[in-house]
């Protein structure tokens, strides 16, 4: 029988998994950067690949995004099955013995991970129920998806989860817990403890320690702790929204989709296939207010548009005012002071426009502002080539491109962390692109597994 504690957290779809890390773990070999990472940059894949060279490592369980369109992707997935197998010791010519992998630690996992940035920010590795996840727009699911998700790159990733024999998350799930009880209190009950491990990451990947989550006390005050936040998050109907996706959103959907799929396979309800590992989903919960989880906003640049029709657009349809100010110092100062103000830069002639638009929208800016831009691309312009838009990180690269022709840049406010979950609830899912949690090298390194399919 569970007790009395994981009876607790599996009503709100979270459990205690079989945690499986490597026997004498390297932290500077094993770990390896989310395979959605650097899809432009082999060079960065391939400095991954010398640190790890003829090491144990997540890189040869993974099939890193950069590859995903290569005309051996089947090869290199047959490879990383073979690869877990043999991790896992069961390669029917290895020996029982021969795998990398110590005996499963049935335990959360509390963690600390400083970046190269200085930040530091705090984690609990747990397993979720994916009964409880829904990415569909407006779902009233404990589990929800903070931006759209796109269908068409489901099926790509099911052919990398189906039939895995290891799970590997790159999953981080925001939970709205202002007073820290469930991360940070975790934290303070096993950092007494000897650590799981402890060291410096690849690639400029900064340091990360884990500590196990096992005894009672410290599964007690989890279940304590997520059973007042439940409470806290419950709305009018009685639905709770517990958690929202912040990283790996299209993961964890493949995940759902991989679990659906066996389910009906096996001609069997959920309540059937309690049990079944593929069911759930190992991530990482991190509180959205910690200081370590900076939401940096991406920015927008719409290329071949009439700035002035652009922005009287955007003013009439948000109900803004426009207005020019002198500098982009000045223009990028008042932009991130603001929650609800966007500025715009752009080219006419010999010299350089820099417009604020403040508005009095409600919740995230990116929510109201991004289904005005569509609309305004969706627009008739079959006198000369139409509008493209790109998304941008950091507002010097926006006020670069906004000072060639024909490109308008556009400066996003910074996002609201206490409006978030609110904004989700009542307009759903964000648009795709609206969001960054923190730099490229800050993303989820892939540390901990577990076992999947048999």
């Known amino acids: 029988m569970k007790n009395h504690c994981e009876k607790k957290l599996n009503s709100f779809g979270i459990g205690v998994p079989e945690i499986l890390l490597p026997k004498n773990i390297d932290v500077g070999t094993w770990p390896v950067i989310a395979c959605d990472q650097y899809t432009q940059d082999a060079d960065y894949w391939s400095r991954a690949e010398a640190c790890a060279a003829g090491k144990p490592s997540t890189l040869n369980l993974i099939l890193p995004e950069v590859y995903l369109n290569s005309p051996d992707k089947a090869r290199k997935i047959a490879e990383i099955r073979r690869t877990m197998a043999d991790y896992l010791g069961g390669l029917p010519d290895c020996h029982p013995d021969s795998g990398i992998f110590d005996a499963p630690r049935k335990c959360m996992v509390y963690l600390e991970r400083k970046t190269a940035f200085g ?226 830069t752009y080219k006419t002639g010999e010299s350089q426009k820099y417009v604020l638009l403040r508005t009095k929208i409600d919740g995230l800016a990116v929510s109201h502002l991004q289904p005005e831009i569509d609309a305004f691309l969706q627009g008739d312009f079959s006198d000369g080539p139409a509008p493209e838009i790109d998304y941008i990180h950091g507002s010097d690269e926006v006020l670069r491109l906004g000072s060639r022709d024909n490109a308008v840049g556009i400066l996003l406010p910074p996002i609201a962390k206490d409006s978030f979950f609110e904004t989700i609830t009542v307009r759903g899912p964000l648009p795709r692109k609206s969001f960054s949690m923190g730099e490229a090298d800050e993303k989820r390194f892939y540390l901990e597994c577990r076992r999947l399919f048999s």
């Open 119 to 344: 930040r530091t920010r705090k984690g609990l590795v747990a397993q979720i129920d994916l009964e409880t996840y829904e990415w569909k727009p407006f779902s009233r699911a404990n589990i929800r998806a903070t931006e759209a998700t796109i269908v068409e790159r489901i099926p790509p990733r099911m052919e990398i989860r189906r039939g895995a024999p290891l799970e590997l998350p790159h999953i981080m799930l925001l939970v709205n817990d202002k007073n820290n009880l469930l991360v940070g209190r975790t934290g303070s009950l096993v950092k007494n403890n000897s650590p799981l491990y402890n060291g410096e990451l690849m690639c400029n990947g900064g340091h990360i320690t884990g500590w196990a989550v096992e005894d009672d006390t410290a599964l007690d005050s989890v279940a304590d702790a997520v059973a007042k936040i439940a409470q806290e998050n419950q709305a009018d109907d009685g639905s709770v929204f517990l958690f929202a996706v912040g990283d790996g959103n299209h993961s964890l959907a493949t995940a759902k989709a991989v679990w659906d799929e066996f389910k009906a396979q096996q001609k069997k309800s959920a309540e059937e296939l309690t049990d079944c590992p593929v069911r759930y989903a190992l991530v990482e919960i991190v509180s959205i207010y910690d200081d370590g989880l900076t939401f940096e906003p991406i920015h927008r640049v719409i290329f071949n548009a009439s700035a002035e029709t652009l922005i009287n657009h955007l003013a009439q349809k948000l109900g803004g005012t426009a207005s020019q100010v002198q500098s982009s110092a000045e223009l990028e100062n008042l932009v991130k002071s603001s929650r609800t103000d966007f500025g715009f």
